[in-house]
């Protein structure tokens, strides 16, 4: 089965015989399937008004359980942003009103992020819908492909994150 990036790999092979590309074409599709695939959660996500930026922030807190709360020390580390990245996701969300910001009470020297009624019912709309999209997206693989596909990337993921 031929796609664009085998297209690539063959332009590739042709200029330079002497590469092996098989990590180049692994590489690219992973690449291209990311791309696709997240204009297409972005376009689901936008029916509620979210960004993916934004459903990132809303989901941290929301999958965290009662009471849906957190330092943005703590946000930042689990999505992988700079302190400044972060405040201005809080910012935004915050003047959405899916969020609220307050003193900590056990540290007055620091904040906590925690989701509103309105943030908590936005999030779990969207997220029932962001399911569905990546059900969506993963429906050409048989349930074993799938298994299979997760796994390997399980393994793959594990030994980038270690670099």
Do not use: C
């Amino acid at each position: 089965m031929a796609d664009v990036v085998a297209e690539f790999v063959e332009q590739w092979r042709a200029e330079r015989p002497d590469l092996d590309l098989a990590a180049m074409a692994t590489i690219g599709r992973l690449g291209r399937v990311m791309a696709f695939g997240t204009r297409i959660i972005e376009d689901t996500l936008a029916a509620y008004e979210l960004r993916l930026a934004d459903f990132d922030v809303l989901a941290s807190l929301r999958r965290l359980g009662p009471p849906y709360e957190a330092t943005p020390t703590r946000l930042s580390r689990t999505l992988m942003l700079s302190p400044a990245g972060m405040t201005s996701r809080l910012d935004r969300l915050e003047t959405a009103g899916y969020l609220e910001r307050r003193i900590d009470p056990d540290n007055r020297r620091s904040l906590i992020v925690a989701l509103t009624d309105d943030g908590f019912a936005r999030i779990d709309a969207a997220v029932t819908a962001h399911v569905a999209t990546e059900e969506k997206l993963l429906s050409s693989l048989t349930a074993t492909q799938r298994r299979h596909l997760d796994e390997a990337l399980m393994v793959l993921l594990s030994s980038i994150e270690t670099h």
